[in-house]
């Protein structure tokens, strides 16, 4: 089954202990990126990947770090997470950048105290 | 600010009727593409309609795109109360270049369908 998977589901963690949120796909996809979705702002992009090696900032990337070392996995890493970056984080990824449909993982709901 | 902006942000309905969601978008693109998210879960792809299109349909959706309007709608006829979700409009930048494959999301419409 094509999917996108994400780790954990959900996360509660203290200011400034870092944590990475993994993600996985399955499909062979070249493009995959993260968003988080905050209420009134929508989804907003943080970093995406056209390939291995290949990353670069979306629209919100301060204090956020990824790296493609495989073509299946992205993790997000927080290294020191802060209050402001509680919010539900998705993992996406397609065959096309833009021209294709995207595959969206179950999300990551994190709350940093 | 945000490509999508649909409307209403809001929508309530009996089932069986018709939904219609709308979305407009400010610069040019390829395509346009609908996601339904169901609460607090992930974006589930619905439809995808490209520049050159005026009208596709799949199953009880339809989706037009007046691209010199800048805009687009989202059918939803006979619906059920399983289509319950936020209705998300997402476009691509047109044009090449290592930003073409960031999807842009508009703020979404939130439908209610009562049995």
């Known amino acids: 089954e094509a999917q996108v998977t994400q780790n954990p589901r959900y996360l509660i963690t203290v200011t400034g202990k870092k944590l990475t949120v993994t993600c996985s796909q399955n499909?062979?996809?070249?493009?995959m990126s993260w968003y988080r979705q905050d209420p009134g702002l929508g989804l907003r992009q943080i970093y995406y990947?056209?390939?291995?090696?290949?990353?670069d900032k979306g629209d919100v990337p301060e204090g956020y770090k990824v790296s493609r070392k495989e073509k299946r996995n992205f993790p997000l890493i927080l290294e020191s997470p802060s209050p402001n970056q509680t919010s539900l984080y998705f993992c996406?990824?397609?065959?096309?950048?833009?021209?294709?449909?995207?595959?969206f993982g179950q999300g990551t709901r994190l709350t940093v105290v | 600010s945000q490509q999508g902006e649909e409307d209403p942000q809001a929508l309530s309905i009996q089932e069986g009727e018709n939904a219609t969601m709308n979305c407009s978008y400010k610069t040019s693109i390829n395509n346009l593409q609908w996601y339904r998210q169901n609460s607090g879960r992930g974006l589930v792809h619905l439809i995808l309609i490209r520049s050159n299109e005026r009208e596709k349909h799949s199953g009880r959706l339809r989706v037009t795109l007046d691209t010199s309007k800048k805009s687009s709608s989202l059918l939803i006829t006979a619906s059920r109360a399983a289509d319950t979700a936020s209705y998300f409009c997402a476009t691509p930048p047109r044009g090449g270049g290592t930003s073409y494959g960031k999807l842009t999301f508009g703020q979404g419409t939130i439908l209610t369908v009562h049995p």
């Open positions: 499909m062979n996809h070249e493009y």
């Open positions: 996406a990824s397609s065959s096309v950048a833009g021209g294709t449909e995207a595959f």
């Open positions: 990947s056209m390939n291995v090696e290949v990353t």
